[in-house]
């Protein structure tokens, strides 16, 4: 399979450089007449993804002589990017794009040095409405696009067949009910082999809350008030929802509740034949084949027949550094993301499609195949919705995550979990509109 995909990757770079990867010397325009503009790209990647994108990057330099990447992981991973961009902007040393996870947009957005990319997506080289629809809400802030998806993921579940057969329960069929789901959990739970049918993130924060707002929109429910000042999570659909994971973990004792902050004591637990489903995205896919476990993958049970899942996007965001830079970002990002460098990227890294018509392309098909799972992932990726993008929503997902770990452990009823963090959810958004 990697012999495949290296060689696939190869072909298609070829074909990109002699097709001239729709540049500025296939006729595209310069940037600037008196010579390259040079920009600087903080992608915070390492091991594959970040030689992916170093490729891409070599292959952008040699087909347009109107902007030279120059390509850095700005000293930091991903997850400290954030830090990284606010001490750089403080200091007038940022750079030209980064990498901005989803949840962080909103913050970083404040600075008036990102740039406003409303009016640049509605050119039609951008073919914005290619991108899926959730990955364009995380891009969205007060209704103003500000940056550019940069990865797409999304919530299913993963399960061990081998347990499947052992308990002699039926691999999960994609109209499957929460209900359904509680009653396969219970099954696979076996306490004298210390196995267990389900876990869930007990270390608080993000990884704790976002796995309840699928459930929650599954139900009509919201996470916040159409208005944005209120929360909305501790409604019927909201307790609904906690109240079945509580029941879950607390009387059927199925739940394995993790309190790895990282989330790695539920993979090994599956990866050792003791979890029979664990809630994750393509991301684990990898790890799980190189563990060798037999597995099936399928989209979220649904309440009443909804389904929806949760995309975590994260983003490009591109700075103003003056308008010769600013417009070579926007060349070099709209080359990026476009879809012949989509699949490029895909195939390097076994990440999903970006864009709609990369994932119709006869090559990804065939990738797809080689992946057991990859296919469902790529399936739900137009149902996916996005957390809202706000500034305070980290601290009002903290507020949510103590509560939903309160009723894992039985110290807690779902509606009483619910109420307190709405209490201080609702306090947050109100301390943040009183500040401007």
Not at 262 to 277: D, T, V, Y
Not at 291 to 305: E, I, N, S, T, W
Request: aromatic share 8%; glycine share 10%; net charge negative.
């Amino acid at each position: 399979m990697r012999r495949w995909l290296t060689a696939a990757l190869t072909l298609l770079l070829c074909g990109l450089a002699a097709a001239g990867c729709g540049g500025s010397d296939s006729g595209g325009g310069s940037t600037n007449a008196s010579g390259p503009v040079t920009i600087k790209f903080w992608h915070g990647q390492n091991d594959i993804t970040q030689k992916a994108l170093e490729r891409l990057v070599a292959q952008f330099n040699r087909t347009h002589s109107d902007v030279k990447v120059d390509v850095n992981s700005g000293g930091v991973l991903a997850d400290e990017m954030l830090t990284k961009l606010t001490a750089s902007l403080a200091g007038g040393t940022y750079p030209d794009v980064a990498y901005v996870f989803g949840s962080d947009l909103a913050n970083i957005s404040r600075s008036d040095k990102v740039q406003d990319l409303t009016d640049a997506v509605r050119a039609p080289a951008w073919r914005w409405d290619d991108f899926w629809p959730g990955e364009r809400e995380a891009a969205t802030v007060d209704g103003r696009v500000r940056a550019i998806p940069a990865l797409a993921d999304n919530l299913g579940i993963i399960y061990n067949k081998k347990l499947f057969d052992e308990a002699g329960v039926p691999y999960p069929s994609a109209d499957w009910s929460w209900d359904d789901f509680r009653t396969v959990a219970k099954k696979l739970t076996d306490a004298g082999k210390g196995q267990f049918g389900y876990s869930w993130p007990g270390a608080g924060g993000e990884d704790t809350t976002w796995r309840l707002w699928p459930m929650l929109w599954q139900q009509g429910g919201d996470i916040l008030s159409p208005d944005g000042k209120r929360v909305a999570f501790d409604s019927p659909a909201g307790v609904r929802a906690l109240q079945l994971v509580g029941d879950m973990a607390t009387q059927d004792k199925s739940i394995f509740v993790d309190s790895d902050p990282n989330g790695e004591r539920a993979i090994r637990l599956f990866q050792s034949g003791k979890l029979g489903m664990i809630e994750a995205g393509p991301w684990v896919l990898p790890d799980i084949i190189s563990a060798r476990v037999d597995y099936g993958a399928q989209r979220l049970p649904g309440f009443d027949g909804n389904h929806t899942t949760i995309s975590g996007s994260d983003n490009w965001v591109l700075f103003d550094n003056g308008d010769a830079r600013s417009r070579a970002t926007q060349e070099f990002i709209q080359w990026l993301t476009a879809q012949p460098q989509d699949l490029a990227w895909v195939l390097a890294t076994q990440s999903l499609p970006l864009r709609k018509s990369t994932s119709e392309t006869a090559a990804y098909k065939r990738y797809a195949k080689t992946i057991p799972g990859t296919q469902v992932f790529a399936q739900v990726l137009n149902t996916a919705r996005s957390r809202p993008s706000l500034e305070t929503y980290p601290q009002i997902s903290d507020a949510v995550a103590e509560g939903i770990v309160a009723v894992l452990l039985g110290r807690s009823s779902a509606q009483d979990a619910l109420d307190a963090a709405a209490q201080r959810g609702d306090a947050i958004l109100a301390g943040a509109g009183a500040g401007g």
